[in-house]
């Protein structure tokens, strides 16, 4: 479905001015929601979500960060996440396991050994560390997806972007990845990182979901982006 605007345009030819025609723009009659890391601590939020979800058929695609801080006292995901890949130690996997434990329950028991397999992962330092933030943000939605019985998108099939490595740059092919691999299915996607030519992870600038979530609505010229916080 889409609505439609109508803009005039003018212009010339060769042959001497063009006179003044309508063009008929689609707006895509989507909205795209982004949820950041306050809005998914823990089981009650999920209901939120899926009852903002289902309150309105044209919200379709839904981007979230990486767990944020439920109190003052808490830890966010990505910051236990940097912790962990200059330390290794095995606390702060727990500790990250049990924060999406909180929110999603048992389909999170795998996580401590997945992430233990990750720190394995061999490569210089900084697309390293890109490729172990990313975890964050990567699980969030596969999780999210699974609750729900959405469709999860890898932000390989959307996002091409620089090797500016924690500050990475969205190259133009996105837009016509992102109209290509999106249609009418609800989609939950992870923010704050796409894939460089070289098929290496890298991250945008701290804050970075809220670019992928506004980048995707641009691409698909929808109705509206949304952006919860707490």
């Given at each position: 479905n889409a609505s439609l605007k109508a803009v005039k345009v003018a212009g010339s030819s060769p042959a001497g001015p063009i006179s003044k025609k309508l063009v008929i723009i689609?707006?895509?009659n989507i909205i795209v929601t982004k949820y950041g890391g306050s809005s998914l601590t823990c089981i009650n939020d999920l209901e939120r979500i899926r009852k903002i979800t289902n309150d309105?058929?044209?919200r379709k695609i839904i981007v979230v960060?990486?767990?944020g801080k439920k109190d003052n006292n808490d830890n966010?995901?990505?910051?236990?996440?940097i912790e962990l890949e200059k330390t290794k130690e095995p606390y702060l996997i727990e500790k990250i396991a049990e924060k999406y434990?909180?929110?999603y329950g048992e389909k999170t028991?795998?996580?401590y050994k997945i992430i233990n397999e990750r720190l394995k992962f061999s490569c210089n330092q900084e697309?390293?560390?890109d490729y172990i933030k990313a975890?964050?943000?990567?699980?969030?939605a596969k999780f999210l997806a699974e609750q729900f019985g959405y469709e999860y998108v890898d932000p390989k099939e959307l996002f091409l972007v620089s090797e500016d490595f924690g500050n990475a740059k969205i190259l133009p092919e996105s837009e016509e990845m992102i109209k290509k691999r999106l249609d009418n299915k609800i989609y939950v996607i992870p923010g704050f990182y796409g894939y460089t030519k070289k098929g290496n992870i890298a991250t945008f600038s701290r804050g970075g979901s809220d670019l992928t979530g506004a980048y995707i609505a641009s691409s698909l010229d929808a109705l509206v982006y949304e952006n919860f916080t707490d």
């Open positions: 689609k707006m895509q309105d058929s044209r960060s990486a767990p966010k995901v990505t910051d236990l996440l434990e909180e929110i028991r795998d996580l697309i390293y560390l975890i964050g943000e990567e699980f969030n």
